[in-house]
């Protein structure tokens, strides 16, 4: 497996959960990762050499970039992102995920990878295959398309992520709530909702039709 430094907010977790990927960034230490999670880690990176087989059937060797460098800047944060593959005979950026859920992967890989678009310099278009690990078969490659409305919700999404790390407030969470935000697994979830306080719980008020209703079903 590639050796890569990892520098800034990174884009894949910025493509996950800005929130997180802000935390990260200012120094907040997560949570060690769970079995589980190392585990669905070795997985992931067991199915980019995957890739890379299926890659090498199609390119020659010297064609394929593995863990493609792309550096950006935002505000004043600076960082490298890291493509999974690159072609070079076609500026194609590849990203390769594995999940017995593919159409749960797909929307955040797909923003990923035009991440990726957004600040390669040479890149022209990109793609992302999904691989169910439960059979190996592969999704039919996803085409990605950078449009300009594209250009500028990412670019927000990163001055949102800038502004956190230089003192701001935090970006929302991509799981809306404290408890969603647990169950994801997410490793900064103790520190993501920090201040959080619950709503006051709703009352409602009694409903003489419907409290007659019940006396009515009771004395029956």
């Known amino acids: 497996m590639a050796t890569r430094e990892l520098t800034g907010p990174r884009l894949s977790q910025c493509a996950v959960c800005p929130r997180a990927a802000a935390l990260q960034a200012k120094g907040v230490p997560g949570a060690e990762p769970s079995r589980r999670m190392r585990n669905l880690w070795t997985r992931g990176n067991l199915f980019s050499y995957l890739g890379l087989l299926t890659l090498r059937e199609r390119y020659d060797e010297d064609d394929i970039e593995r863990e493609r460098e792309v550096p950006w800047a935002v505000n004043g944060i600076n960082g490298v992102g890291h493509a999974d593959f690159y072609i070079r005979s076609e500026r194609r950026i590849i990203e390769f995920k594995s999940s017995t859920a593919p159409d749960d992967v797909a ?4 923003t990923q990878a035009k991440l990726y678009l957004l600040f390669d310099e040479e890149a022209e278009s990109a793609g992302v295959h999904i691989v169910n690990p439960s059979d190996l078969e592969f999704e039919q490659m996803i085409p990605v398309v950078l449009t300009d409305p594209d250009r500028q919700q990412l670019t927000s999404l990163l001055e949102s992520v800038a502004e956190a790390v230089n003192g701001g407030p ?11 935000c647990r169950n994801s697994g ?10 959080w ?24």
């Open 197 to 220: 306080e619950a709503p006051e719980p709703t009352t409602l008020e009694p409903n003489d039709l419907v409290l007659g209703l019940i006396r009515r079903w009771h004395a029956m």
């Open 170 to 180: 935090l970006p929302p969470c991509s799981q809306g709530s404290p408890s969603a």
């Open 186 to 195: 997410c490793l900064w979830s103790e520190h993501a909702w920090d201040g």
């Open 107 to 110: 929307e955040r890989a797909i």
